[in-house]
């Protein structure tokens, strides 16, 4: 028996198979969930639909999460359609290019307005759907990044979606808790995606990652697929408004250096 046998989960963001989100998919996949996932847009549902195949998952819905008449219609289909909800993965973002780059100050109020609005509120309009076809508890997650405890440069209006993310994690777990639902997110190591490509300079900022974090590694989407798998499982039961690093444990160093600078500290 799979760790999620008899389980239901509804995944936005699955983009293409470098996601993060088709990481997560698929290890839900391997433990047994019944999976259903939404695409953003006709141009990925091309990339999404063969992924969808791939698991046998017939439940593939286009949704702009920034409209609420989409979110009905995916919450309402899915209800009809399996009768409740178990899990939820948030794994959505987005901000204008010239709000990632260039100098915080210059960030507008409408890019700051549409970041905000796709990369957490999002996470809020979904739980409201969520909640009805929970009457026995789930699991929520989203997916966040170290730019909202820290400065790393040119995530500007990202960095502040992500801060808005974590603490909306714990006012939904202290608010949904009740009800058994409990809310986390995962705060995953830099990994090549279509989204990270975007960012100015990620490249450089994969490999520093590499070299400095205390695994030595770079963190891959399945690393993320098993720690979302804990997380969904039962195994995590009163684990609820947490932020879970998935990175290597770069975010516990002071001193972010490569071996060779750390070397140089000896000298
Ligand atoms: O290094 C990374 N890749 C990290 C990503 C490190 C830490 C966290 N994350 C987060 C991202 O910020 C995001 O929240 O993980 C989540 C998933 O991102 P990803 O897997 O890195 O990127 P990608 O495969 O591109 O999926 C994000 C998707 C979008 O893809 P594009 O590239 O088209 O923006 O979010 C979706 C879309 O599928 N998305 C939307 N979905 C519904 N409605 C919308 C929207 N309005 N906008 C973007």
């Known amino acids: 028996m799979g760790l999620l046998a008899g389980k239901t989960a509804l995944i936005f963001g699955v983009a293409n198979k470098n996601s993060i989100a088709w ?39 286009e949704c702009d999460v920034q409209r609420d008449e989409d979110l009905d219609r995916i919450f309402a289909k899915f209800g009809e359609r399996y009768g409740k909800l178990d899990i939820l993965v948030h794994s959505v973002a987005y ?16 890019g700051f307005k549409l970041a905000l609005d796709i990369s957490a509120y999002s996470l809020i309009a979904m739980c409201k759907r969520a909640e009805p076809l929970m009457p026995n508890g789930g699991s929520v997650m989203s997916l966040t990044y170290y730019a909202a405890e820290k400065v790393m440069p040119k995530y500007n209006a990202m960095a502040v979606a992500k801060a808005a993310l974590e603490t909306m994690t714990r006012y939904l777990a202290a608010d949904m808790g009740p009800r058994r639902i409990r809310v986390n997110a995962i705060s995953a190591g830099p990994i090549k995606t279509l989204a990270a490509m975007g960012v100015p300079g990620f490249r450089t900022l994969y490999k520093s990652f590499e070299k400095a974090a205390p695994m030595r590694d770079v963190v891959t989407q399945d690393d993320v697929g098993q720690a979302a798998l804990w997380l969904a499982s039962d195994m995590s039961r009163m684990v609820t408004g947490e932020i879970l690093h998935v990175d290597g444990g770069y975010n516990v160093l002071g001193l972010t250096a490569s071996e060779e600078e750390l070397r140089e500290l000896d000298k």
């Open 23 to 61: 990481g997560i998919t698929k290890a839900f996949h391997t433990e047994g969930a019944q999976i259903g996932m939404t695409y953003a847009g006709e141009a990925l549902g091309k990339r999404v639909m063969p992924l969808a195949a791939e698991i046998g998952c017939e439940f593939v819905e």
């Open 95 to 110: 901000a204008r290019s010239e709000d990632m780059g260039g100098r915080f100050i210059d960030i507008s109020r409408d």
